[in-house]
C-alpha cells in the first residue's frame, strides 16, 4: 500500500483545537504511509491540486481523509479517487470535525489522542480497501406509470413530452382518478373536470401514451433501467367498436351502487363512470358465474331473467330462461332447482324462488311465442331414441343447428318421464305439450310407438342415413326389490303404477296403501294415490314409510309438506322387512325399525337396524318406489354400446358410447343426478358432442372449465336488510285431493316483480345479454378473456393515489346507518352538474334541500384510536369550505356549520380564501362531535362541544357531511406489495428521504408521486408528479446507469447455498441458483447495499462492498 | 443544542482513574447523522467513544461486537434507526437479535451484558444521540476495565 494522508484545518475548526503537525507526525509512523499534506480547506480546488499532485509524484493507491464527516465532502473526495482512477473506494475517512474537534474542545490533550487513533483506524482500514467493480445496466427508454389520476396522467404527459414512450396503466375502467369525481376545487372554485377533460383528453390522443385500462401489475422484476413488468388486462367485454351511445345501459337491467359516485346513486352492469371517460367504451362489470347460473346443470343465466323479470321485461326474460333449456315451464314446476340452494340471497334470509320466477315467465310469454321452423342446412340425419327431457332437449339443440332429426319414442306418447312420471297435479300436462309443441315446430321429427331393439335397430338407423345416433332412453323399470311377498297381489312398482296412471289407463287402489321409499317417485305415488281414494269416494289412508328421517329424505321439502297437509302420514327409520299376504293379496308390511349410523358414501346417515323392534302395518296395497332401472331391449341392433351398473357406458367428456357416433345420456347415462334438469343439461351436451363429432372438429373441446362464480362478500350480505320470499299460492286442501288439478299456484305479475327484486345480483353482469341486443355497433363481446403482457421499461413511477377514509369505522358518527350522513367526497357528487343530481343539492332521504348542514371535520384523521388515523389529511379544512362556500352562493338561506379540530389553510391564497367563506357567514365552530343520532323525520340530532366556549352544544341538522380523511388506496397497497416498496403510517408509500428525495422511492429507478405518497392538494399533486417524471427523464437521459459500487457479493467457492440471505434482502436482490449445488447470486442492479445479508452469511461467503468484515474490524481494533 | 454544551457536565471519572474505549457502531440513515449535527451543535462528548460508520445497523454481526471487545473496547453499542423506520426494513431487528444473542454469549463466559448495548433514534434526534453516548459511558465507566485472559 502507498497511502498518502490529507489533514485539512478546515479553516480553524479543526487545527483550532488539534495539532496537525503532531498529528501528522504520528501518521507517518504508520506502515504504508508515504505522503502527508495538510490544507486550510481540502474540500477546496487547492485541496483537490495536493491530492492529484501527491498520487502523480507519490504514486499513491490509497487516500486518507482527515475531515470533516464522511457524510458531507465523502461524494467530493470519491469523487477525486474515481477520476485519478483510484476507484472511489480508495478514500478512507477520518472524521477529525464532527467526530473529534467539535465535540472535545475542552479536552483538547485527550482529543489530539483520539484524533491519531482516528487517523490510525483510517490508514488501518485504506489497507483493506479494495477497487470495487462496477457494472453498466443501458436504459430502455420508456417508462411505467401505475395510476391514470391527475399525477399519472400529469407525470405521463411530461415523460411523453422528453420523447420517452409511457404506458399508463389503470386499474379502473378509465383515467381521471379521485380528481373526476369532485365538483370543484379550491381555493378558485374553478371546476375540476374542466382543467381534467383536456388532460384526459390530450393523454388519449397523445402517440407516445400507451394507455391500458383494467390493468393490474402483477410483478415488477429486473434491475432499474431494465425492469420487466406483467401486467393483467381484465376483459372489458366490449370492443374499440363501442361508439357510446349509451343504448346498452337501458338494456341492461342489472343496477348496482356506482362506485365513480361513491354510492349515491346507482349504476347499470354495463356502464361508462362519466361522459369524458378515457378511453370512452363502455365495460361490463362480469364477476364470473352467479352462484345460481353455476349451480344450474344446464347453466341458465338464472340471474339474468330474474333482472329481467325485476324490471318488468317478461319477454326477454324468457327468452335468456328457454336459451339453454326447450322446457321452462316444466322446470318452473318440478325443477329440483340446484339454483335456489346455491343463492346467496339465502344467507341473508331466504333464496330468491329462481324456479316460480322460471315459471311466471314461462307461463305469461311461453304460449304466445311463435315457433318458426328451422331451415336444414346439414345433409347428415340424426337419430335419437327417446322423447324425454334429454331426447327432446337434443333434437331441439340440433335442429337449431341445422340438423334433421328424428326422435323415436317407444310410447305412444312423447315426454319421457315428465309425461308419464310426474302426476298432474304437479304438472299440468298440457303444459308439457305445449313445450313440446314447440320443438316440433322447429321442424323435429316424432316417431312414436317405435321401440328400439323391437321396431328398428340403431345399427340399421345408421346404416340408413342417419350421421349419428342418442341415445335417451332413461330408467323405464322400477328396480327389482328382494322382499318376500313381492309377487302378491296388490303389491304395485312406483314406476308402473305412475306411468299407468299418467297414461290414462284405469288404475285403483285399496283402501290402506304403504309407500315404500323416500325420493319423488315415492312422493307422486303416495299423493296419486291419495287422490285415487278420494276421487273414488275414500277417505285417505296413505302411509309413507322411509329407511331414514326427513333430513335425509331425497324429495324436496316443500312437496312432503303439501303432501302431509293431504293427509300422508309418514313413518321414518323404518325398513321393510316382509309383505304379508292373506290367500294370494297383501293384508300388512312388517317393519324393521331402525335408528342413524354413520355417514354413507353420499354423506347421509345410514339407518342402523335396531335389534328386535319390529313392527307391522295393515295395508292392502303397497307400493315399492325404491330406485329405477334400465330396459335394454334397445341394445339388440346396437353393437359395441354397453350397459354397466344400469348406465350405458360412455365418455363422460363427449358422451360417446363405444361405439363411433353413438351417443348416450340423460338418466341412462348420466353424468349428474337423475333429474330432469340434469337430462336437458346431457341433450344440450350431446348435441354439442354430436355437431362436433359431424362437422370433424375435436370432441374433448366442448365444456370449458367452470369459472369460479362471483358472490357477494360476507360482509356485504350481512349489511343486506331481511326479508322473506314471496309465497307461492297453494289450491285449498279441500280442493286439491279429490281432483287432479294443479296443487301450487303461479304468481302474478307484482308478485314477480316483486320476488324478482330480492336479487342481490352477485355476478353484477347477469349475462342475460341484453346488451348485445341492444347495442348498435356490435361491440359487446362476451367471451373475452383476461390476458397478460409483459413489458421492458426504464423507470417506472407509482401514482396509485388514495381512497377516502371508510366513515362506517366511527361507529358513533351513524355514516352508512343513517341516510342523510354523507361524506365530503359524496357531497361533491351532490354538487357536481354532471352528478346523479345534476348539481341540485338534495338530501339522500327524501330529495329536499337541506336547511341546516353540519359538516364533522377530521373523520378518521388527527385521531389516535384505533379506528382512525395520525395524521392531518391536509386538504379537508378547504375541501369543507369551498363545498360550504358552493352551497352558500347557490343557497343563501342555509345554514352551515363546520365543526373542526384546527382550522389548517396553509399554502397559496388558501388563508384568504378562509376568510373569504366566513364572511360569507359559514359557522366555524372549534370542537369534536360525540355523536350523531337520526330523529324519526331522519333529520339528525347533532351533539357536539365548542372548545372554544367550552359549552355543549346539541342541534338539529338536515344533512351531516363528514369530513372523512385519506389513506392509500387498495392500488397503492397493492403496487407495493408487488414493488417491493415500505409504506408508512395509513399506508402512504415511504419516499427514500423526506426532504432530499422526495419522490425517490426504496426501490432505484422507481418513484412515487400524488396521494400514494400522502395526503396533498391538486397543485401539490402536480408539482410531484412533474418531478417524479423529471427524476425519470434525468435517470433516462444518461443513456446507462452504473451499478452502485457498494453492493453485496457472495463468493461462489465459501456459499453453501443455506438460502439465508435470499430470506433476509430487503430489495429481494439476493436469489439461490437453481441445481444441485444452489449457491445466492446478487443482482448488484437491485442491492442498495444494507449488508444485512453479509452479517447474516453463516459462512463467510457474503460480503458488503466497502465494508467487509476486514475493513470493518481494522477500524474497530486500532 | 448550545445550552446542552453550555450544561455539558464533564464525564465520569472511573475509578482507577484510566479511560475507558467504547466502540460505537453508526447507521448512515441515522445516528450517523445525528452524530454529526450533534458535532454542528458543538455538544461536549466524552472522548471514550469512537464511531464506526455502516449503511446500516444490519450490517453489524456478532463477529464485529465480541471482535471489538476482545480487542481492547470495554464496551460496544450499536445506533440505529427507530423500530419500523429502518431504511431497509428490519435491518434494526436484525441488529438487535444480534445484541441478544452477544449478550446472552457474554454472559455465559462471565461478561458483564451491559457491555454492548443498542440504541435507537431519528436522524433528528440529536438529543437522544447525546443521551444514548453519555449513558454509554456512564455504564462503561463504572465498570471495571474488560478483562481478557
Known amino acids: 500500500m502507498r497511502c498518502g494522508v490529507f489533514l485539512c484545518e478546515c479553516g480553524g475548526n479543526i487545527s483550532g483545537v488539534l495539532d496537525l503537525d503532531s498529528l501528522a507526525d504520528s501518521a507517518r509512523t504508520h506502515d504504508g504511509v508515504v505522503s502527508i499534506s495538510r490544507n486550510q480547506f481540502m474540500c477546496g480546488t487547492e485541496g483537490r491540486r495536493m491530492i492529484e499532485q501527491a498520487v502523480e509524484e507519490r504514486g499513491l493507491d490509497r487516500i486518507v481523509i482527515g475531515a470533516c464527516s464522511r457524510r458531507f465532502q465523502g461524494p467530493t473526495f470519491e469523487r477525486i479517487a474515481r477520476e485519478l482512477r483510484l476507484g472511489e473506494n480508495a478514500v478512507a475517512f477520518g472524521n477529525l470535525r464532527e467526530g473529534c474537534s467539535f465535540i472535545h474542545r475542552d479536552e483538547p490533550a485527550k482529543a489530539q489522542l483520539k484524533a491519531e487513533k482516528i487517523v490510525s483506524a483510517a490508514v488501518a482500514r485504506a489497507r483493506f480497501q479494495s477497487d470495487l467493480p462496477r457494472g453498466r445496466t443501458f436504459l430502455h427508454r420508456s417508462a411505467l406509470v401505475v395510476g391514470g389520476g391527475i399525477a399519472g396522467i400529469t407525470a405521463a404527459e411530461e415523460l411523453s413530452g422528453a420523447g420517452i414512450d409511457v404506458h399508463l396503466v389503470e386499474r379502473e375502467q378509465s383515467l381521471g382518478g379521485y380528481m373526476a369525481r369532485l365538483s370543484k376545487t379550491f381555493p378558485t372554485e374553478d371546476c375540476a373536470m374542466c382543467s381534467l377533460a383536456p388532460q384526459l383528453t390530450g393523454a388519449a390522443l397523445d402517440p407516445r401514451i400507451h394507455i391500458r385500462t383494467l390493468t393490474d401489475v402483477t410483478e415488477i422484476s429486473g434491475p432499474p433501467g431494465e425492469f420487466r413488468v406483467k401486467l393483467r388486462q381484465r376483459p372489458r367485454f366490449v370492443s374499440e367498436a363501442c361508439v357510446g351511445c349509451d343504448d346498452c345501459t337501458a338494456a341492461c337491467p342489472v343496477s348496482v351502487s356506482s362506485e365513480f359516485e361513491l354510492g349515491v346513486t346507482k349504476r347499470k352492469a354495463i356502464s361508462r363512470p362519466f361522459a369524458n371517460a378515457v378511453p370512452s367504451l363502455y365495460a361490463i362489470d362480469k364477476r364470473g358465474p352467479a352462484p345460481c347460473k353455476s349451480a344450474c346443470p344446464a347453466g341458465t343465466s338464472a340471474q339474468g331473467y330474474v333482472a329481467l323479470v325485476a324490471e318488468g321485461r317478461f319477454d326477454e326474460a324468457y327468452r335468456v330462461a328457454s336459451g339453454p333449456n326447450p322446457f321452462p315451464s316444466v322446470c318452473g314446476r318440478i325443477c329440483t332447482h340446484p339454483c335456489e340452494r346455491a343463492c346467496a340471497r339465502g344467507e341473508v334470509d331466504e333464496p330468491v324462488a329462481i324456479a316460480a320466477l322460471k315459471r311466471f315467465v314461462a307461463d305469461h310469454v311461453g304460449p304466445e311465442t311463435v315457433i318458426e321452423k328451422v331451415p336444414v342446412i346439414h345433409s347428415e340425419k340424426v337419430a335419437i331414441i327417446g322423447a324425454g327431457p334429454a331426447g327432446l332437449t337434443c333434437a331441439r339443440d340440433l335442429a337449431k343447428l341445422g340438423y334433421r332429426t328424428t326422435v323415436f319414442e317407444a310410447l305412444p306418447v312423447a315426454g319421457g318421464m315428465l309425461k308419464t312420471g310426474i302426476p298432474d297435479y304437479r304438472l299440468p300436462k298440457d303444459v308439457l305439450e305445449r313445450e313440446i309443441d314447440q320443438i316440433t315446430a322447429l321442424g323435429v321429427e316424432l316417431k312414436l310407438g317405435q321401440r328400439a331393439g323391437k321396431d328398428f335397430t340403431v345399427d340399421g338407423l345408421l346404416e340408413n342415413g342417419y350421421g349419428a345416433a342418442f341415445l335417451a332412453v332413461g330408467l323405464q323399470k322400477s328396480s327389482e326389490v328382494e322382499i318376500t311377498g313381492a309377487e302378491l297381489e296388490g303389491t304395485e312398482r312406483a314406476v308402473e303404477f305412475l306411468r299407468r296412471l299418467n297414461l290414462g289407463k284405469s288404475v285403483s287402489v285399496g283402501d290402506r296403501v304403504v309407500v315404500i321409499g323416500g325420493g319423488d317417485v315415492a312422493l307422486d305415488a303416495a299423493r296419486s294415490a291419495i287422490r285415487l281414494q278420494q276421487t273414488s269416494g275414500r277417505e285417505p289412508n296413505v302411509t309413507l314409510v322411509y329407511r331414514r328421517t326427513r333430513a335425509e329424505m331425497p324429495a324436496l321439502g316443500e312437496e312432503d309438506e303439501q303432501a302431509i297437509e293431504e293427509g300422508l302420514k309418514v313413518e321414518f327409520l323404518v325398513a321393510p322387512l316382509e309383505i304379508v299376504g292373506k290367500k294370494g293379496r297383501v293384508s300388512a308390511l312388517k317393519l324393521q325399525r331402525c335408528k342413524l349410523g354413520e355417514p354413507d358414501s353420499s354423506g347421509r346417515r345410514r339407518p342402523v337396524p335396531i335389534e328386535g323392534d319390529v313392527t307391522e302395518i295393515e295395508a292392502d296395497t303397497v307400493v315399492l318406489a325404491i330406485g329405477q332401472d334400465i330396459v335394454c331391449d334397445f341394445l339388440e341392433g346396437c353393437e359395441d354400446v354397453s350397459v354397466e351398473k344400469g348406465q350405458i357406458r360412455i365418455d363422460r367428456d363427449t358422451l360417446m358410447t363405444g361405439k363411433s357416433g353413438v351417443f348416450a345420456g340423460g338418466d341412462a347415462a348420466a353424468t349428474g343426478g337423475w333429474t330432469a334438469i340434469e337430462a336437458i343439461a346431457a341433450g344440450t351436451r350431446a348435441a354439442h358432442s354430436i355437431h362436433n363429432y359431424l362437422r370433424g372438429e375435436k370432441l374433448f373441446e366442448v365444456w370449458p372449465a367452470k369459472a369460479a362464480e362471483a358472490r357477494p362478500s360476507a360482509e356485504e350480505l350481512a349489511r343486506r336488510e331481511v326479508g322473506q320470499r314471496i309465497p307461492a299460492v297453494l289450491l285449498d286442501r279441500s280442493d286439491r285431493c279429490a281432483s287432479w288439478a294443479e296443487v301450487v299456484g303461479g304468481y302474478s305479475e307484482e308478485e314477480a316483480i316483486a320476488e324478482a327484486s330480492r336479487c342481490l345480483a352477485c355476478a353484477v353482469c347477469s349475462e342475460c345479454e341484453a346488451c348485445v341486443r341492444a347495442c348498435p355497433a356490435g361491440a359487446i363481446e362476451l367471451d373475452q378473456q383476461e390476458e397478460t403482457e409483459e413489458l421492458a421499461v426504464g423507470a417506472i413511477i407509482v401514482a396509485t393515489g388514495h381512497k377516502e377514509f371508510d366513515a362506517r369505522r366511527k361507529i358513533p358518527l351513524g355514516f352508512g346507518r343513517f341516510s342523510n350522513v354523507v361524506t365530503q367526497s359524496q357531497l361533491a357528487r351532490l354538487l357536481a352538474p354532471s352528478g346523479p343530481t345534476a348539481g341540485e343539492l338534495e338530501r339522500p332521504s327524501d330529495g329536499a334541500v337541506p336547511k341546516k348542514i353540519f359538516m364533522l371535520q377530521c373523520v378518521g384523521s388527527r385521531d389516535c384510536t384505533s379506528s382512525g388515523n395520525e395524521h392531518c389529511s391536509a386538504i379537508c379544512c378547504l375541501f369543507a369550505t369551498l363545498h360550504a362556500s358552493l352551497i352558500k352562493q347557490h343557497y343563501p338561506d342555509v345554514d352551515i356549520t363546520i365543526g373542526y379540530t384546527d382550522l389548517r389553510a396553509p399554502g397559496k391564497s388558501h388563508e384568504e380564501y378562509y376568510r373569504l367563506v366566513q364572511e360569507r357567514g359559514v359557522r366555524y365552530v372549534r370542537g369534536r362531535v360525540g355523536e350523531v343520532m337520526e330523529e324519526a323525520d331522519k333529520s339528525l340530532r347533532v351533539r357536539f362541544e365548542d372548545t372554544v366556549t367550552k359549552r355543549k352544544n346539541e342541534e338539529l341538522f338536515d344533512l351531516v357531511v363528514l369530513s372523512a380523511g385519506l389513506e392509500a388506496s387498495a392500488g397503492t397497497t397493492e403496487i407495493a406489495h408487488v414493488a417491493g416498496l415500505q409504506q408508512g403510517s395509513a399506508g402512504f408509500i415511504k419516499e427514500y428521504h423526506p426532504k432530499l428525495k422526495p419522490v425517490d422511492t426504496q426501490r432505484a429507478g422507481i418513484f412515487v408521486a400524488g396521494t400514494a405518497q400522502g395526503p396533498k392538494n391538486i397543485p401539490d399533486t402536480i408539482a410531484q408528479a412533474k418531478a417524479a417524471a423529471a427524476r425519470v427523464v434525468s435517470m433516462l437521459s444518461a443513456g446507462f446507469v452504473l451499478t452502485p459500487a457498494q453492493v453485496a457479493s457472495s463468493n461462489l467457492e465459501q456459499c453453501i447455498g443455506c438460502g439465508i440471505c435470499e430470506s433476509v434482502c430487503p430489495q429481494g436482490a439476493v436469489k439461490l441458483s437453481g441445481g444441485d449445488n444452489p449457491h445466492s447470486v446478487v443482482d448488484a442492479n437491485s442491492c442498495r447495499g444494507c449488508g444485512i445479508c453479509a452479517a447474516e452469511c453463516p459462512s463467510g461467503a457474503m460480503t458488503l462492498g466497502g465494508y467487509s468484515d476486514e475493513e470493518i474490524l481494522a477500524e474497530v481494533m486500532v | ?149
Open chain 2, 1 to 149: 443544542m448550545t445550552s446542552t454544551a453550555a450544561e455539558n457536565t464533564r464525564a465520569p471519572e472511573t475509578e482507577d482513574g484510566a479511560e475507558r474505549k467504547i466502540v460505537a457502531f453508526f447507521c448512515r440513515e441515522c445516528a450517523y447523522a445525528a452524530a454529526d449535527a450533534t458535532g454542528n451543535a458543538r455538544v461536549s462528548l466524552p472522548t471514550t467513544i469512537r464511531s464506526v460508520l455502516v449503511p446500516c445497523t444490519g450490517r453489524v454481526s456478532p463477529l464485529h461486537l465480541l471482535k471489538a471487545l476482545a480487542d481492547g473496547a470495554d464496551g460496544v453499542y450499536v445506533a440505529g434507526c427507530l423500530e419500523g423506520q429502518c431504511h431497509y426494513r428490519e435491518g434494526n431487528l436484525h441488529a438487535l437479535d444480534r445484541i441478544e444473542f452477544s449478550r446472552a454469549l457474554l454472559e455465559s463466559v462471565g461478561v458483564e451484558p451491559e457491555r454492548v448495548q443498542m440504541f435507537t433514534m431519528s436522524a433528528a434526534d440529536s438529543p437522544k444521540f447525546v443521551a444514548a453516548a453519555r449513558k454509554m459511558h456512564e455504564t462503561i465507566s463504572a465498570l471495571p476495565p474488560l478483562k481478557r485472559k
